[in-house]
């Protein structure tokens, strides 16, 4: 008597609208195949604390839930954000917090429950954690999820496209808000490591300007674009501003400035000013930069902060599809058995890279993207 | 739990400060010990946190995989450092991987770039280096300060480096959130002139939620050590963290719960500035540090002028 293949799925990593078309394509294409499916809730949390869960941390997959599966609906499993099975927040028997690795503990209970593989939807840093826990036995495919698309070694993560749609909608409202009270809108959208969500929603609305990390700006070739189109007799404009981008200034001294001391940067007294490592924070990028376009166009500006805001909504048409197909490819490449494999998407292909060709890089926008040369070409100013 | 030779303790140090003016009275030499038992998040110390030697990397010092290259190969674990395409010749690290890393792998860099954080010192060893300052101690009435992570976590340590600062005549401070069991902070205090020490927040349910754990052990730990020392000088602290703790209902709670103490002599307000942010990246842990602000100058003066109103001070600041 044959035994019944087991596949576990989950998502380690922030919110994503359309999850559930990636889990409904995981479980057709299993059930499919005569296999069963079955969700960790939480990235790996629901098998490392069952009792938090009505369902012992595990939800079955069945013909019934897949039919209620519906893409934009409410994901069906949730997401373990800081999910790292080697460093597991506890509370002791002397009320003393600590880490405990129980990397050891989860692969024994993956195995105890009979599932022969995970399918697990991350992004760039849990990754990393994913490729560990394959290099000590978890027989592991996982999907590139991301809503910035800097997972390496695919051209499109799961959800980007969603959030490039959703920050076009509201780039538009941004442009109507600008015009009617002839500001020039400056807008952050996220973007820390790589500027393809500001560049392509850029082209998307005809923006003024855009700035990525990639690219270093020159604030005063922004203002001068800005002053032509007053000159020109328009008001009114939008500056994209991805929340890493960097003045090019800023970006010579990080590298030319040593950094201070160890010793002065353990000092307790010590100030921001001594860390040579800054943080962005959500919205310092847009607010420095209208204030330095304001100073030097000697026209109003205003910073706008999308933030979290782009990663709600309904998935976009592109989304559902590549969520069905990396979902499917899953579960082929476990049918192969394929194993610490991430499903790549390159069109018009889907196909399986080692993850250890997608730890440790970013994906980030080339000089001669295509995407840049269209910008270029539409005059949208790069401050370079 | 490290095994210690209670006859020659000896303990993981963080870092020996000198010259500090804010860590007890005078002027002191601050210890760092490694090792904490909260999360707070806000935590400006995280390479304090775990009591364990733990690899850090400072870029600065790399001279980069072209002239050197020995960590990006065994024994460094795979994936460990490595060097991005398109960027600089430097070495990057990911911390996730780095993990499976023995610290004993520093030693391995010629530059120093990997190091450790945590050096196993013995008490003579600590001492001697503090009394290098004791003519400042002299001047200023300072001394020596145990701070961390939570000094308190190595009780056998602290007891006897204190014990031997006062065999020469260092006058002792401790900094401590005290959620430590009472045997350790019984076995410590008989050897402490000043013990600064965090009331973080007032509500057990916030103070799960911010530090990791609720403060009862800390509460019941504060009031036994007033009562049991009473020859100990206290100085309650709040690191102020506006949307946590900058709340006039805090403030008055632990004036409240230390009123009834003629031994705590001051409450004392710590504003919060970002002053860890650096020291999150030689560690790689960005991601855990919530974004706070500085709390305004208003609220703060607001909120000290009520302290000052208790300790018969008089007059806003």
Redesign the interface.
Known sequence: MSKTTRIAINHSGGYLPGLNSVLSGVARAATSLGWEVVGIHDGFDGLLFPERYPDGGIATIDSGELEALAAGGTPLLGSGT?S?P??V?T?NS??????MDRSDDLLRKISDLGIRAVISVVGL?PL??L??LH?KGLNSVCVPASVENDVAATDLSFGFNTTLSASVNLLDSARNAAQSSRKFGVVEVLGEHTGWLALQSAIAVGAEAVLLPEIPYDIRKIAAKLSEKLKSGQSYGLVIVSEGAQPLAKAQAA?AV???S??A????????A??????H??GEAAESVALELQRLTNHQTYPLVFGQLVKGGAPSAVDRQLGMGYGAAAVRAIAEKQDGVMVSFHPPDLKFVPL?EA????R?V?PNSLFLQTARSLGICLGD | MRAIDPLNPTGLV??I?HF?T??GPGMRT?V?LKG????CKWC??P?SI?LKPEL?Y???KCIGKKQCGYCLKPPFA??AF?V???L?DKV?V?W??A??CSPDCAAMCPTGAIYVFGQEMTVDQVLDEVEQDSSFYRESDGGITL?GGECL?QPDFAAALLKGAHERGINTAIETAC???WRFVEQVLPHVDTMLHDHKLTDPVHHKKW????N??VLENFKKAYETFPNTKFIARTPLIPGVNDDESHIRAVLAFIKPYKNVINYELLPY???G??????LGR????E?FKSPSEESLAHLRAIIDEQFGRGGAQ
């Open positions: 800081h790292d080697f460093r927040r509370i002397e009320n003393q917090v600590e880490e840093r990393s954690v490729f560990r290099r590298t040593a950094q201070q160890l010793r940067s353990l000092s307790p007294l010590a100030t921001g001594q860390g040579g490592h800054v943080i924070r959500s250890s730890i440790n890089k970013v980030t080339p | 963080l870092n400060q500090c804010h860590d601050t760092f904490c038992s909260l999360r400006s110390n390479e775990h850090a400072d870029s600065k795979e994936g490595y991005p395409n398109g600089d990057h990911n996730d991987l993990n499976d701070s976590l959620n430590v069991p530090t990791g754990v609720d009862s052990k500035h970002r002053f942010e650096s020291k999150y990246s030689y960005v991601y855990e540090m974004d």
